[in-house]
């Protein structure tokens, strides 16, 4: 057995449950796999084009779901397109043995978000996405569902995350204040802290340009989800600058990059998720890729003053957001260990210190 101290286990843990057979997979890691304090999941072989989204139930296996609501199976060996509106169930390389005191938490990855590939894991006997009960043993899956662009991935492609915890160690309101006097985890002087920490939306503009954001385009081309920069801006974005008036009104089903007001810290020591501030404050919903690595934002691994970016789609009705208003929430909690490598120090640290960036799809 591993022994495993209470909190978000690091990238260290991570390999050592690996190697005691705790997470398991079909091929090894890949160099870059293991981030500060998250694990890429990679997806296998085959994904089934489904007639909906699903959970199993405590009753059922996935394979069990699949058997009724598969339409087709693609094979990903060869790489494979899947196209918006469509649902996918994909299976991943990877799988768990977790024992009785340890849970993990899935989220799509930052580039995932960025081009609007809506992401959740499942599993088995599963009756809530993205979560994965202490002591479960058995595969996992992601549901996939293109929303903007049609994409194209294969086997080893990468558009979740897990993140693995021991105990209760997310901060309460208080232990956030006292983080904020004295690591400055936002660029606010005076941060909202309800349930989290308060992140705003930036419409004032960057640059002289004034850019606040990007608007994607409708019947683009496919994105590689495999190949950085090899897409050009123009062909999927639309810029948007900011007027006088600094609001914007989101168009129903319209997909939409934006960039917090605050920038924003995690010390080595924490790791972070952005959480739906209220459903009550606006039909909308922010920021698919939820977690930020110790490190993100840390002036000693380079990132000082990084933003988080905002991925935002309007439900049903247009709906006029302001600068400044709040969008989202910061919520914290303590690492087990600090990890050997922090975010933006390693490979595959795509943002660190960034602004409004896209994705690193595009170039």
Partial sequence: MV???DGIQSAEAIHRLREAGVIRSVSPFASDQVQPASLDLRLGSRAFRVRAS???GRQRRV???LASLSLHEIDLTQGAVLETGCVYIAELQESVALPGDLSAAANPKSSTGRIDVFTRVIVDHAQEFDAVDAGYAGPLYAEISPRTFPVLVRTGTRLSQLRLRRG???LSDAELHALH?????VTSAEPSIQDGVAVSVDLAGFGAERLIGYRAKRH???VDV???GAHPVAHFWEPLYADESRTLILDPGQFYILASKEAVHVPPDYAAEMVPFDPLVGEFRVHYAGFFDPGFGHAAAGGSGARAVLEVRSRDVPFIIEDGQIVGRLVYERMAEVPQVLYGAGAGSN???QGLKLSKHFR
């Fill in 181 to 185: 006097a004295r690591e400055r985890i």
């Fill in 3 to 5: 022994a495993l101290k």
């Fill in 351 to 353: 943002y660190q210190a």
């Fill in 168 to 170: 209760d160690v997310r």
């Fill in 220 to 222: 683009t081309g496919l």
């Fill in 63 to 65: 394979v069990d779901q």
């Fill in 54 to 56: 699903f959970l199993p």
């Fill in 226 to 228: 495999d190949k950085p």
